[in-house]
């Protein structure tokens, strides 16, 4: 009994996203809708995983073809039974069957192992709302028992009334749902197999009803507009602001940070307004995150200052270093402890040792520098040929004098000094300098230009 398959609707047109794409693609927290709940399907180790998808041709299977799932199409969509009929000839008949929704993205783990919990039979996912309006109402008899799932457009006046309604996210016998799937009708106001049917037919025929509520509200919220994105988009940036906060981290303002992943925090991190963290990033203690930058796929030691608008992506930033303002950290960097990356630098595919600086406009592409180096202003790392790439190789204590450009592919020995406005294009010896300007001079009887008249 413990087997468990999983079936995601995901068939839907979406029409009220005014889209080309398959709703269930448009992402909420930087992530399609569909996939937070094949993450929350994956976490609950089913033997099966079978996503029911209809509309916009193969986009549905093709952007989530790392998941272990099974996709079949629903076509023409004839309702909510008729998708999970879809899904039958996949299941084996033991064990239980759990149905999700592709547009219904925040559904929590532990809500859904609350319902493997609750017993036997037929386990329904229910809420109590204030405004019921257009969701199937559970209708229980005098006992309390549920009786049977009525849809908005089907129900009399009283059951209207029902506060108690369907999120629509059962789990039911497998066996049992391919025959009572099997037996639905579509005789009602909207022409469609509804699979809120089978529970009045489990009624019918003894078997056990359960309900279980969600621990959140907002974890049964589905999306049929932008509008709804939105709102539901919000809510789950309050809740991660919420843990983030819970955990100790000072946020200037819970309602301006964006998580689009995984944000881990350790103690006394500090962050300001208009973040963004995308996939998974790490923030060891006393890191402070400056206004409007924004990091993903990053691991920032402890201790570290990043000053207002940095970006940095895929890269490793060491303890105590000082990042920003305005810096860009791309793919492929790495910076040892204490380095300070200032404004207008960008570092490319990089390993940067401890305690050395650049602080001002420069590039640093596919190096690899020592420690205490000191990158002056405007330096450039030619990396590039027009054809293929070079490294630049700066060895411990270097000095590089501002406006200098190295061509890779060029080394630069311990303890040398490069003087400013230098082209090197050959490799620079330890502990000399090495210049490649040409002497200055006066030339004689030179007029500045003046306009003509
Ligand atoms: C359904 C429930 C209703 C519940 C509500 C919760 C039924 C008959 N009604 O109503 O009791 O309160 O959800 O939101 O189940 N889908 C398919 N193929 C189809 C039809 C639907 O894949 O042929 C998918 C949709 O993409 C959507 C979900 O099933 O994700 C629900 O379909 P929808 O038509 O929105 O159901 P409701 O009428 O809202
Ligand atoms: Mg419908």
């Not at 579509?186 to 078997?207: C, H, K, M, S």
């Not at 998974?280 to 000053?307: E, F, M, Q």
């Not at 793919?331 to 050395?356: M, W, Y």
Request: proline share 4%; charged share 20%; glycine share 10%.
């Amino acid at each position: 009994m413990n087997l468990l398959n999983i079936v995601i609707l995901a068939a839907g047109k979406g029409t009220r996203m005014y889209s080309e794409k398959p709703k269930v693609l448009h992402a909420l927290a930087g992530k399609p809708l569909v996939q937070h709940v094949l993450d929350c399907a994956v976490a609950l180790r089913p033997q099966q995983i079978c996503v029911v998808y209809g509309h916009g041709g193969e986009a549905v299977p093709e952007a989530m073809q790392q998941y272990p799932a099974k996709f079949v199409i629903q076509e023409p969509q004839l309702g909510t039974g008729h998708a999970v009929q879809q899904a039958m000839p996949l299941l084996a008949d033991d064990g239980r069957t759990l149905v999700l929704y592709g547009d219904v993205p925040l559904i929590q783990h532990s809500t859904l192992h609350q319902m493997q919990q609750a017993g036997d039979g037929l386990v329904l996912l229910t809420v109590n709302l204030d405004n019921p309006a257009g969701y199937g109402r559970i209708v229980r008899n005098a006992q309390g028992d549920v009786q049977c799932i009525v849809e908005e457009k089907d129900a009399s006046p009283e059951q209207r009334g029902i506060r108690e309604v369907n999120t629509g996210i059962l789990l039911a016998p497998t066996g049992k749902l391919r025959e009572w799937l099997a037996n639905l009708q579509n005789n009602n106001a909207q022409g469609e197999y509804y699979l809120t049917d089978i529970v009045a037919i489990a009624v019918q025929q003894g078997i056990a009803v359960h309900t279980v509520q969600p621990a959140h509200e907002w974890e049964i919220h589905g999306i049929n507009s932008k509008a709804q994105l939105a709102v539901l988009e919000r809510t789950w940036q309050q809740v991660e602001a919420a843990r983030l906060l819970a955990h100790g981290v000072t946020l200037a303002d819970p309602a301006r940070i964006d998580v689009r992943g995984r944000l881990n925090c350790g103690r006394d991190v500090e962050i300001d307004i208009g973040c963004i963290f995308e996939g998974d990033v790490t923030l060891g203690d006393n890191v402070r995150v400056g206004a409007y930058s924004i990091i993903k796929h990053a691991s920032i030691a402890a201790g570290t200052r990043i000053a207002p608008y940095s970006l940095i992506d895929s890269s490793e930033v060491g303890a105590n270093c000082h990042i920003g303002p305005y810096a860009r950290l791309r793919p492929g960097t790495k910076l040892h402890d204490g380095v300070h990356i200032g404004n207008f630098v960008e570092v490319k595919n990089s390993e940067i040792a401890a305690n050395s600086k650049a602080n001002h406009l420069s590039y640093i592409g596919d190096s690899t520098i020592g420690s205490r180096v000191n990158i002056g202003a405007g330096i450039i790392t030619c990396n590039y040929d027009g054809a293929n790439k070079h490294r630049t190789i700066i060895e411990d204590d270097v000095f590089i004098g501002s406006a200098t450009q190295l061509v890779a592919p060029v080394k630069v020995g311990k303890g040398a000094t490069i003087g400013a406005g230098s082209t090197i294009t050959k490799d620079a010896p330890a502990g000399e300098l090495t210049l490649s300007r040409s002497k200055q001079t006066i030339v004689a009887g030179w007029k500045r230009p003046t306009k003509k008249k």
